[in-house]
């Protein structure tokens, strides 16, 4: 088994103002509050940032803010992919020039049903215009991209850019799926989605967790990666577990959005873009049971 | 029953030159050669146009070309449904300001399982910023969006946006649910994807059809809306037919473009961008058998 470093990295909700434009202010604040509480790293614009919500000229402003405000470029790796190609570019080469660790890269995800070829084609086309300084990290979401990473495809990347395919992330849930993944391709980072399968990650060789929750949870699972091995791991598997499941049983990114506010006593972090609607006020006691289970922030 | 006009709104292909650039010579020829063929207007960057492959500013400059060569707005229905609000408004306003009879809106699409209320929040948003000079044709496509247009969506979108909720394409394929929009919402132009469905949209009361398969006969199929009363139906309606069929057993968006550019005998015709791969080379009888039954394009 390669030796690693197991890190988490936070898909960082992205707040908005009252007029629903990107509020900086607190989009920096909860940025430098998840490192302080022990977030290896970030990777903002993935689902539950509400990436697809937002535009280009807005990705790229926010990421520069929170490099403006001292979270270091190698603690980024921000989601870059677009249906457009173009898109993908422009943000790609933006986070690379920027000195970014990488970039979570979807495949382009409005058309179905495509060969492995075509999407090999869509990530060389962007890896091309981009260049050798580019880091990817394959972003599996079958779930809402429709498009799977296939080993196959992971594959074909990794024999044609064997230094620019860094990771995957994978997000179907399945741990049959990211153990075949970690088991052919060791030498990439392979993250898991959700901190319940840190345990497993961790066992099989893998790097680690980027999950929603460690928006609000970044103590606790941090908890559980530096204690895996130790006495308490039982326990800390339970804490996470139990923030985990209630989150569950909620719509997410608008629940993680809600329970941030809370924990930051900043209504101000619930507002979502649609077609997310803000979590309805009936499930408020909910949401303060999730607080109490996974403590307060760091505050800054 | 409405007494309207049956309309044929081409969803048409988008060219592209050898460096996958849009190639505006050959799309405003194309465009022109389907007016010319029957066609009452295009429906360009549809799913068929690979829409989501081209950026925001590609589409406007496109769009431009069209009308600055002679395609008149009022015969326009552009694709305009990004992910991003503020893509699509963009998109939107930009059509509607120069005087195209409508656009046709995706719901954004990365996110799935999304309520009626946050998908009605998205369209309002889009509208809200637009203005009244907005014409919107909604596009139920479930099968690439994911994210359907309920009838519960349509009634609460006529309900605040009588006069700018213009219509909807129905290309889910099944036709009990065309039927039920059209059934429901009698004011509204509701057009069939597939010409297969016109004699039972133009029954029930449809506006049309906006199909694929206009590209390679728009005569064809303008013979079967304007010889539905005669004696000739039935064999107008087996043309069609067979034509459609050969596409039903090819990847649709390549073999559509494989087919014009046997049609125009111009090979770059064919070009797509990844995700899609061209056609391949052993489907060459099978798109000249496609050709021959739609006989040649009007020359231009």
């Given at each position: 088994m390669i030796?690693?470093?197991i890190e988490l990295f936070v898909p960082i909700i992205t707040p908005f103002a009252p007029d629903l434009s990107l509020d900086t202010e607190r989009f920096v604040a909860h940025a430098k509050a998840l490192i302080v509480s022990g977030a290896d790293g970030l990777a903002p614009f993935g689902t539950t940032s509400e990436a697809n919500s937002i535009s280009v000229r807005e990705r790229m402003a926010a990421l520069e803010a929170l490099i403006d405000n001292g979270i270091h470029p190698s603690q980024l790796i921000p989601g870059t992919g677009c249906c457009a190609a173009v898109d993908t570019i422009t943000l790609s080469a933006h986070a690379t020039k920027l000195g970014c660790r990488g970039v979570l890269m979807l495949p382009p995800f409005f058309y179905k049903g495509m060969?492995?070829?075509?999407?090999?084609n869509a990530y060389a086309q962007v890896i091309d215009a981009v260049g050798?300084?580019?880091r990817v990290y394959l972003y599996h979401i079958p779930q809402m991209s429709g498009v799977p990473i296939t080993l196959n495809l992971i594959e074909r990347l990794l024999a044609v850019y064997?230094?620019?395919i860094a990771g995957l992330k994978d997000s179907s849930g399945s741990w049959e799926n990211t153990a075949s993944?970690?088991?052919?391709f060791p030498y990439i980072d392979t993250y898991s989605a959700s901190e319940s399968l840190i345990p497993e990650n961790v066992?099989?060789?893998?790097?680690?967790?980027i999950s929603a929750s460690l928006n609000v949870n970044p103590a606790g699972i941090r908890a559980l990666i530096d204690g895996l091995n130790g006495p308490n791991h039982q326990a800390l598997y339970e804490q996470v577990s139990a923030v985990r499941k209630v989150f569950e049983s909620l719509?997410?990114?608008p629940a993680i959005k809600a329970a941030v506010a809370q924990q930051r006593s900043d209504p101000g972090y619930a507002r979502v873009r649609p077609p997310f609607v803000e979590l309805a006020a009936e499930n408020a006691d909910t949401?303060?049971?999730?607080?109490l289970l996974a403590g307060s922030q760091t505050p800054q």
């Open positions: 030796a690693r470093k060969s492995d070829e075509g999407v090999f050798s300084d580019l064997p230094s620019i993944v970690i088991s052919a066992a099989a060789g893998g790097a680690g967790c719509p997410l990114v949401i303060s049971e999730v607080v």
